[in-house]
């Protein structure tokens, strides 16, 4: 029973490059969320998807930032034009129902801007 | 929007001593309070929770207790051993899940 699988675990970026991550959900799990985690700090929402759907993405900085939820396919978090500001360890979490209550986060995904 | 704060950010404990962490948020909507455990360069794993309808909760060495009228929940860890060393989140969730800023245990052995 595999759980929330994230990749890359690690990855670097020049800035400028852009950064791709994925996140495929538990067997089951509709439902996907990213957190970002700044080093020494908690865990801050960027947003919640459905599958085809946004539903919520308050957390979202405005600009170079994406998300998607295919009908196929993981969920990606898109960063565009990476600055060093968005050096962060980057969670996925997925949710058996819409509550998002019960969540469970995969081993996350650190970017590194060079 | 909901706020979550948490106490202390870096907790130090002998081995076998308790450990408290202590949580308050804003939102009186919020009725489902999870804790999570975050060990080094590893995603963070729900470790116990408790829904508004209850006061208390155990599970081993670990419980939870939960103040609606105070807006207070709290972490408690009885008999602390070296591996219960890790960051500890409290979150709550109204319309969605926030987190806490974490707490560092660490277990003197």
């Known amino acids: 029973n595999a759980g929330v699988m994230q990749n890359p675990r690690h990855l670097v970026r020049r800035r400028g490059q852009e950064a791709r991550l994925r996140c495929s959900p538990m067997?089951?799990?509709?439902?996907v969320y990213w957190y970002r985690q700044l080093p020494e700090e908690g865990l801050k929402f960027m947003v919640y998807l459905q599958k085809e759907n946004i539903i919520d993405e308050s957390g979202m900085p405005k600009e170079r930032f994406s998300a998607e939820f295919p009908k196929e396919g993981p969920s990606i978090l898109r960063i565009q034009q990476v600055v060093r500001g968005d050096s962060a360890a980057y969670f996925c979490?997925?949710?058996?129902?819409?509550?998002?209550?019960?969540?469970?986060f995969g081993e996350g995904s650190r970017l590194t801007v060079l | 929007g909901e706020n979550v704060e948490q106490h202390p950010s870096t907790l130090s404990v002998q081995e076998g001593d308790s450990a408290v962490i202590k949580c308050t948020y804003s939102?009186?909507?919020?009725?489902?309070f999870p804790w999570y455990k975050q060990e080094l360069g590893k995603g963070p794993q729900l470790i116990i929770d408790?829904?508004?309808?209850?006061g208390e909760k155990k599970d081993q060495r670990i419980a939870v207790t939960l103040n609606k009228t105070a807006k207070h929940f709290s972490l408690h860890i009885t008999e602390t051993q070296p591996e219960d060393s890790a960051v500890y989140f409290c979150?709550?969730?109204?319309?969605?899940?926030?987190f806490g800023a974490g707490t560092i245990l660490r277990v003197k052995s």
């Open positions: 408790i829904r508004s309808n209850v």
């Open positions: 067997k089951g799990h509709s439902h």
């Open positions: 939102d009186s909507a919020s009725n489902y």
């Open positions: 979150a709550s969730y109204g319309n969605k899940l926030v």
């Open positions: 979490a997925s949710s058996p129902s819409d509550r998002g209550r019960e969540l469970f």
